[in-house]
């Protein structure tokens, strides 16, 4: 398949490129290349490179700042992902767009499947869920995959970094380190996502899937996996989200099944720690 990436030297936008240029023709679509929220220039790019598929990790996704400006968000997030199913359907291709875990509101403390009612609970989860609804109502042959806590090895351009080297500079910089433990999510790899959604893409099995790591755990939990595996010695403590107020609500469970993917026999998501450590050992040691 020819395929157009958009978001390539993101976090997620770079893995899906190594994932898959082994196996198809990638083409690398940065912010440069397209602007996702101005339908005229998705068409016209989109149109002179005639792809079979079109992945869309490209997203508005600081969440304080989604807060702020809320239309730059829904015209990103909401407007962008409509864009893109219009010209995949105009273009007769297939569109794989990514979406997040925040769609839910937590209340249910139980890993959320497809099928579960979303509550999104800020403004860039209601701008992605839209996002999710352009794309499979305006594309008969879309896939959309909610992802959670993603890191890779390219920084995450929108956020300046992952979760682990968050950990590693503060354990660097600062005398103790502490992590809320009352939100609990599933930290999962950009390779184990890229890997997963190359055997998705080349089915047509298309709809909304759940894609993370098996397992869950607090930020906390995920902090002291790193210590531990990385050996860092300065002290790490738990506390509680209350204890850095913020105004922007966030679930604090947002752990989800891949309940589509099993039950089409195409789960091949590793447990959160055993990708956690192997991507240390990959990267860090
Ligand atoms: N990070 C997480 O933990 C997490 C969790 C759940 C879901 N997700 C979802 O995963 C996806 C990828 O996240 P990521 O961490 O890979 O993000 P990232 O590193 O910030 O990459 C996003 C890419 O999209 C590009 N982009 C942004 N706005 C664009 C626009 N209007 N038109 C065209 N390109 C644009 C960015 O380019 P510039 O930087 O040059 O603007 C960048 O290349 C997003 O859909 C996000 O909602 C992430």
């Not at 609970?121 to 879309?142: H, I, Q």
């Not at 909610?146 to 500079?169: D, E, L, Q």
């Not at 433990?181 to 599933?186: A, M, P, S």
Request: hydrophobic share 40%.
């Amino acid at each position: 398949m020819k395929i157009a990436v958009i978001g390539a030297n993101g976090q997620l936008g770079s893995g899906i490129c190594s994932a898959f240029s082994g196996r198809h023709e990638v083409l690398e679509l940065t912010h440069d290349d397209i602007e996702i929220s101005d339908g005229k220039n998705v068409l016209n790019v989109l149109g002179r490179m005639r792809p079979d598929l079109i992945v869309n990790t490209a997203a508005d996704h600081v969440v304080p700042e989604c807060e702020k400006n809320a239309g730059k968000a829904f015209q990103v997030n909401g407007l962008g992902a409509l864009n893109l199913a219009q010209a995949a359907s105009e273009l007769g291709c297939k569109i794989a767009h990514f979406s997040t875990d925040y769609v839910f509101d937590g209340v249910t403390k139980q890993p959320y499947i497809e099928s579960d009612k979303p509550n999104p609970l800020n403004v860039y989860a209601a701008t992605k869920l839209a996002g999710e609804y352009f794309t499979l109502n305006y594309c008969a042959r879309s896939f959309v995959i909610r992802v959670s806590g993603i890191y890779g090895k390219v920084p995450c351009r929108a956020k300046g970094g992952n979760f682990i080297t968050t950990m590693v500079k503060a354990a660097a910089e600062r005398p103790e380190v502490k992590v809320v433990n009352d939100e609990v999510l599933t930290p999962t790899p950009v390779s184990a996502i890229a890997g997963n959604t190359l055997s998705l893409v080349e089915t047509e099995e298309f709809g909304l899937y759940h894609m993370t790591c098996e397992g869950c755990c607090s930020w906390y939990e995920f902090a002291l996996a790193i210590f531990e595996t990385m050996k860092l010695k300065t002290p790490l403590s738990a506390c509680s989200v209350s204890d850095f107020p913020s105004p922007v609500k966030r679930p604090f469970y947002s752990v989800l099944e891949n309940d589509r993917l099993k039950r089409i026999g195409l789960n091949q998501m590793p447990p959160w720690r055993e990708a956690l450590m192997a991507f240390i050992e990959e990267n860090y040691q």
